[in-house]
């Protein structure tokens, strides 16, 4: 556990156990590696730590275990908007005496069920210091927890747990011990990215096959690399475009694909908590999930349709939410005239950036800004207090009054850019219900209230829109969107928000993919996985 303390820098510096190429999977074979044929778009890459959704997703994969706890135990991951930046992840005791627990309750539970215990180990032993059954054990329960082949010393090493089966006439108790330190391992808590030198390249190393797909697996599944993937990475089938093309597309074809899409737009749109009943909740996850599903891995359809599309998954619990006729089960519904269109009107959407027990357009002005269309947003001048609500008065009595109050001096230039926006959405609260008025006061309906909504709302020095389907035709129009998602789903690979030249001139080349009409988002991830820069990684400084 020493290791994993000093692993826990931020980049990885010197090595983690034996590098060979045996264990990593360079398969240089001694001689030069070849450099990357553009080197000036390769990023760089640091030390990343499993998040808590990777941890329990390969606990699941390794040894069956569906507990999902390990948010009880692990250090919680920074949400900015992913969870996975590796700057943000720090080792500490806490984390050290969390995989130490987490390790034993998980080999704990596989032993307390024989059936998931012998699929594990995979093979049932013959005699308590079986070294047949154990060798093999381990050596196939190691590379999938470690990504790689063990080397023979680690072997060596492994074997010799089965003394404490001879000790307790017991094979399982030094299965039990093996699982455990496997758990613990720096390569399986880390993803330790370490390659060979590329010739005539500076800082710039070329990964070996396990090491790509292991970026393979956890970006596109979010967890460890199935067998399937480990043996075209013994083979060498992952060293060139056609090889990672042929994998990526396979794992794409994989539900566990399909989960982690999902996942990514749950926390890029900032919806993967909401604050509803469990029932509710689900009905608007399923009903986004149903959506992304459709437009990324149907065939032929465009990306656009996340937020065009005029129809919808829904139950009749939404249905009744969204005033739409019920459709006794779920299945897709039309918008019809609804004014409805894409997930910019779905409830999972709109619950997210309220603020005082309301809708707020400032917020939706801001989350559609920066994480839609990756602008920066400067904080408020320090003495602002934006914990205070606006005052109401006479003159500013509705809420639309009230920002105007935003929109002037020193403020104007930045809600200039944000109000507008939420304005456009304001027919719709915080649960996705359409309204035509807002609640002014505790004694009022929405109907009976002063304050009558409009729902204009403008995208400055692009157009003007009144609700969410205008909104979504209009973004879609403007090529903002194609930029921003590239930026994004750049960020969630690489486990890295801040970007730099290198980055930026990378996504420039995918963008050109993604500006293509009727452009996909999975022909976006296998261009990005099948570029030259996704089998390299730059030193950090």
Not at 366 to 387: E, G, H, M, S
Not at 435 to 455: M, Y
Request: include cysteine.
């Amino acid at each position: 556990m020493l290791l994993l303390a000093a692993a826990g820098g931020s980049a990885c510096v010197g090595s983690i156990g034996d590098q060979s190429s045996e264990g990593s999977g360079t398969g240089s074979g001694g001689g030069e590696v070849p450099g990357a044929a553009n080197a000036d778009v390769v990023g760089f890459s640091g030390l990343r730590r499993l998040t808590i959704d990777e941890y329990d997703n390969t606990l699941s994969d390794l040894l069956l275990d569906e507990s999902r706890s390990s948010d009880l135990l692990l250090p919680k991951d920074a949400r900015n908007p992913f969870d996975n930046d590796y700057s943000e992840q720090l080792a500490s005791q806490a984390l050290i005496e969390g995989a130490y627990l987490l390790a034993a309750d998980a080999a704990g539970r596989l032993m307390a069920d024989p059936q998931k215990r012998d699929k594990v180990i995979g093979c049932v032993p013959s005699e308590p210091a079986d070294t047949a059954c154990f060798g093999a054990f381990i050596e196939s329960f190691g590379r999938r927890a470690l990504r790689r082949p063990l080397t023979a010393d680690e072997k060596q090493d492994y074997l010799a747990l089965l003394e404490y089966a001879t000790e307790t006439s017991d094979f399982y108790v030094a299965a039990d011990t093996a699982i455990r330190a496997f758990l613990q391992d720096p390569e399986f808590l880390y993803r330790v990215e370490i390659g060979a030198p590329a010739a005539g390249q500076p800082g710039v190393f070329r990964l070996g096959d396990h090491e790509v797909g292991t970026r393979l697996a956890y970006f596109l599944l979010g967890t460890t690399p199935p067998d399937a993937l480990l043996d075209r990475a013994d083979e060498g089938g992952l060293s060139d475009e056609a090889g990672i093309r042929a994998a990526a597309e396979e794992l794409l074809t994989d539900e566990r694909a399909q989960a982690r899409i999902a996942r990514f737009h749950a926390l890029w749109l900032g919806y993967e908590n909401l604050p509803h009943s469990a029932d509710l909740s689900a009905s608007m996850h399923a009903e986004t999930d149903k959506l992304i599903e459709k437009v990324v891995f149907g065939e032929g359809v465009p990306y656009a349709q996340l937020f065009t599309s005029s129809e919808t998954w829904i139950d009749d619990r939404l249905a009744e939410q969204y005033g739409l006729p019920l459709p006794g089960e779920a299945k897709w519904v039309d918008y019809g005239d609804s004014g409805r269109g894409g997930i910019l009107s779905h409830g999972s959407f709109l619950s997210v950036a309220g603020k005082f027990n309301d809708t707020s357009p400032t917020q939706r002005g801001i989350l559609i800004r920066t994480r839609l269309f990756c602008q920066v947003i400067p904080p408020p001048p320090p003495d602002v207090n934006t914990d205070d609500a606006i005052p109401t008065t006479d003159e500013a009595f509705c809420k639309i009054d009230r920002l105007a109050a935003h929109r002037q001096g020193g403020c104007a230039g930045c809600h200039d850019q944000m109000d507008p926006i939420g304005l456009g959405l304001e027919n719709y609260d915080q649960q996705g219900r359409f309204r035509t008025h807002e609640e002014d006061n505790p004694e009022t309906t929405p109907d009976e209230s002063t304050c009558e909504i409009a729902g204009d709302g403008e995208i400055t020095d692009v157009g003007t829109f009144n609700g969410p389907a205008e909104l979504g035709e209009l973004m879609v129009g403007s090529g903002l969107v194609e930029q921003c998602v590239t930026t994004q789903l750049y960020r969630f690979a690489m486990g890295r928000y801040a970007l730099d030249e290198f980055d930026r001139d990378f996504v420039s080349l995918l963008v050109e993919q993604a500006a293509q009409p009727g452009f996909n988002f999975s022909d976006l991830m296998v261009a990005f996985v099948t570029h030259d820069a996704f089998r390299f990684r730059r030193e950090e400084e």
